[in-house]
């Protein structure tokens, strides 16, 4: 991301999209993605159902976040298929943007821009009606409404992320996307991303969330996929990665 553009990605016509109930929330086969010689990702395979949430953990460097910018049309697949809500990012990038919300890792936000300008734009570009109430709420909840009028450019960090997350948040997305949503967030922020996720999963949403925080992945996630070197080496419970005994079997698949 350049840090340029705001998120979500513009949209053009919006046509009825209803869910199809057998649809995955997303589907990933054999992606891989190529930077000249680095390969990225090399063939994952991925599975979030409507209403699940799953966490990608993986070392620095593993293809995380380049999985979450394919899922998000940020970033072309070399090869393989990526799916969300059923639409082919490749082949309907605007039915598949308009079914995802997502939080970059870096970027994304506008630094002359305030949260609100941030939210106007967003429902501008997705053509949402009444999503001023919406906004509101997501803003005190993540305790951003005392600065829903300031410019971007002196947050902190954290106020940043958690801006993030109620930008990719608003329009109620059938697959969120949510790359370190914890990262440098306070208990409070933590909270508010953990409801987020909550709602998601209770509207029959899917949520994949990147992260190096296990312990807060464990907690609002079912299930784990580690990739490692751009391969999922596991997909396991989130039970089965819980507590010093998940701390362990963790560390044993990044080895
Ligand atoms: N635009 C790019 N150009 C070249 N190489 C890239 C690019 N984006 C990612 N990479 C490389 O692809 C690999 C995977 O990067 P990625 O950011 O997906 O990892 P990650 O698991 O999200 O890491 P982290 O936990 O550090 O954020 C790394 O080797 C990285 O250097």
Known sequence: MTGREPQPTADAADPADPADPADAAVEVAGLCVRFGAVDAVAGVDLRVEAGQALALLGRNGAGKSTTMRVLAGVVPPSAGRALVAGHDVHAEPLAAKRAVGYCPDVGGLVPRATPWEHLQLSARLRRLDGWEPRARALLEQFDLGDVAH??????SHGMGRRLSV?????HEPRVLLLDEPFDGVDPVGVEATFTVIED?????????????LRDLAVEVCSEVAVLRAGV????????HMAGDEGARAYRALLA
């Open 150 to 155: 300031r410019v971007t450019a002196g947050f």
């Open 166 to 170: 109620v930008l990719a948040a608003l």
């Open 200 to 212: 998601a999963r209770a509207r029959g949403a899917g949520v994949l969330v990147s992260t190096h």
């Open 232 to 239: 999922r080496v596991a997909t396991v419970s989130a039970d």
